[in-house]
């Protein structure tokens, strides 16, 4: 194999990957007796990270459910 071809073949590897982490992200509220506790950042059916909805980017996040409904 040629060294050419083992780095189209890595970089083809590289772009699968990245397609698949950027895909079906979304964003679930959890609520406890009506209020948000935490913002679930989700790919496909896997929980990535727990945001804070009194962070700053939790802010943003709620803020942009509330103009979209």
Do not use: C
């Amino acid at each position: 194999m040629s060294e050419e071809t083992a780095t189209a073949e890595a970089t083809e590897e590289v772009t699968e990957a990245a397609a698949e982490n950027t895909e079906d992200i979304s964003y679930h509220a959890v609520e406890k007796e009506g209020n948000i506790t935490a913002i679930w950042e989700m790919q496909g059916r896997k929980h990535i990270r727990t945001i804070d909805p009194r962070s700053s980017e939790g802010k943003q996040i709620l803020a942009l459910f509330e103009t979209a409904g």
